[in-house]
């Protein structure tokens, strides 16, 4: 098996939590830390279903990412380029992850959100 090949099974093997993870936040499995008083049960909801969606979108990035990985580990300047979109992609997101808990916990707080 080539270096890449391995590389590409272990970038989907690190996918995997962050798919669990929103799974267990639709559920209602993962509860809000202490800070979220003022959150309503609806206000709750609809924030993990906001972080689940962006949870499901950081798993689809690295997944994306081990499929390139696994196609084009041998060709240089390619994998350079796929590591930029994907450094970008994950990086972009989980800002948006602690952009929403932070606008969520803001509502909550009776400020503007």
Same mark, same amino acid.
């Given at each position: /098996?080539?270096? !890449? !090949?391995?590389?590409?099974?272990?970038?989907?093997?690190?996918?995997?939590?962050?798919?669990?993870?929103?799974?267990?936040? #639709?559920? =209602?499995?993962?509860?809000?830390?202490?800070?979220? =008083? %003022? /959150?309503? #049960?609806?206000?709750? $909801?609809?924030?993990?279903? +906001?972080? $689940?969606?962006?949870?499901? /979108?950081? =798993?689809? *990035? @690295?997944? $994306?990412? *081990?499929? %390139?990985? $696994?196609?084009? =580990?041998?060709?240089?300047?390619?994998?350079?380029?796929?590591?930029? #979109? @994907?450094?970008?992609?994950?990086? %972009?997101?989980?800002a948006a992850c602690i952009f929403t808990v932070a606008? *969520? +916990?803001?509502?909550?707080? %009776?400020?503007r959100g």
């Amino acid at each position: /098996m080539a270096p !890449h !090949h391995l590389a590409a099974i272990v970038f989907a093997l690190m996918a995997v939590p962050a798919f669990v993870s929103a799974r267990w936040l #639709v559920q =209602g499995r993962l509860p809000l830390s202490s800070g979220s =008083g %003022g /959150m309503t #049960v609806r206000d709750k $909801a609809v924030l993990d279903n +906001k972080l $689940a969606r962006l949870l499901r /979108m950081i =798993g689809l *990035a @690295m997944l $994306a990412t *081990a499929l %390139g990985l $696994a196609l084009w =580990g041998d060709q240089e300047r390619r994998l350079l380029v796929l590591i930029v #979109v @994907m450094f970008i992609a994950v990086n %972009g997101l989980a800002a948006a992850c602690i952009f929403t808990v932070a606008s *969520a +916990k803001r509502r909550a707080r %009776g400020g503007r959100g």
